[in-house]
């Protein structure tokens, strides 16, 4: 079984000009204030400074919503055993979230992701988006800071089904981590093989997003527009790619993740926050999403 080789915070200090030892030390001594924080290394530290472009203090409120989302939502944070979780086991056959091992001519890494089965009713919202994470995780914690990130969504058979089964208050809850908790330079979204239904989606989901975010949502009918930002052979076979098969992409991504089984145990354990130690007013899931209320569903006419 792996282990998580975390890179070393002198690897990025050599390659992060920005990164400075005195802005790490800074944190340090405000974590100390923090008790309900859980142990941050300095690795952490510089991922945190660098999605925030080594602003400090929007840097403190990512950690503080990294932690805490993490803590307060446990459909995408907990029971990651792939081994063992029924629901997740069938999330990988119905979808699949690869993180592609070449890079866009910036640099930015890709993640790409589709339906397996387009079965509706086999569709799970909350179990696509802990994969989603669960792949991130593996990026952010094992690989070097990278300058950005790009999603490629494969809308190909996505229909009107699977949006009557999008759930809005965990809509609410995804989006918020993505904007407020997720410590990377996400570049852009683009959905690809689209139908008329995606603007429906986008219409829905557009409440939920900061304008920042929803300028960075391409949307392409064909990849003549897609390949402006993404190199075409990088993507799978199927997505009009030249690397392998979309399964065989798959099989590699699930095993990497079967392999770091103890690293997420482990993560779940002691990467948390511990609300009764926070200064000032213990956070509920009321405080970070609102009242969640009886409509939970997106219902389509």
């Keep these: ?33 923090q008790p309900h924080l859980p142990k941050i290394t300095d690795s952490e530290f510089a ?4 999605s925030n472009y080594y602003q400090l203090e929007p840097t403190k409120s990512t950690i503080d919503n990294f932690f805490t989302v993490r803590t307060h939502v446990p459909e995408f944070f907990y029971n990651r055993d792939l081994n063992n979780n029924k629901e997740l086991k069938q999330a990988i056959e119905v979808i699949t979230i690869q993180s592609l091992e070449r890079n866009t001519r910036e640099g930015y890494k890709i993640i790409y992701g589709r339906l397996l089965d387009n079965e509706p009713s086999k569709y799970v919202f909350n179990d696509a988006i802990k994969l989603l ?16 990130y790009v999603f490629v969504c494969d809308m190909k058979d996505f229909s009107l089904g699977h949006i009557n089964r999008l759930n ?50 391409y949307t392409h009918t064909t990849n003549d527009t897609l390949e402006k930002f993404v190199p075409l052979d990088i ?19 699930i095993q990497k993740l079967v392999d770091h089984f103890a690293w997420f145990r ?29 409509f939970k569903k997106l219902e389509i006419d």
């Design 1 to 33: 079984m792996a282990s998580i080789k975390l890179v070393s915070f002198e690897e990025e200090l050599k390659k992060n000009p920005k990164l400075k030892e005195s802005d790490i030390q800074i944190l340090r001594e405000w974590c100390k204030k």
């Design 47 to 50: 991922l945190f400074l660098h």
């Design 133 to 148: 994470f669960m792949v991130m995780d593996l990026c952010l914690y094992t690989e070097n800071i990278c300058d950005g």
């Design 168 to 217: 809005l208050i965990f809509l609410k809850k995804f989006f918020y981590y993505l904007q407020e908790g997720l410590p990377i330079r996400l570049k852009s979204s683009h959905l690809i093989n689209i139908s008329p239904i995606i603007d429906m989606l986008l219409n829905m989901v557009k409440p939920l997003m900061k304008k920042q975010l929803m300028d960075t949502i």
């Design 235 to 253: 993507l799978p076979n199927e997505a009009g790619g030249q690397g392998s098969s979309v399964q065989e992409l798959h099989n590699k991504q």
């Design 266 to 294: 482990e993560e779940e354990a002691n990467h948390r926050v511990n609300e009764s130690l926070r200064p000032g007013k213990a956070k509920t899931v009321m405080d970070l999403f609102g009242v969640e209320g009886t």
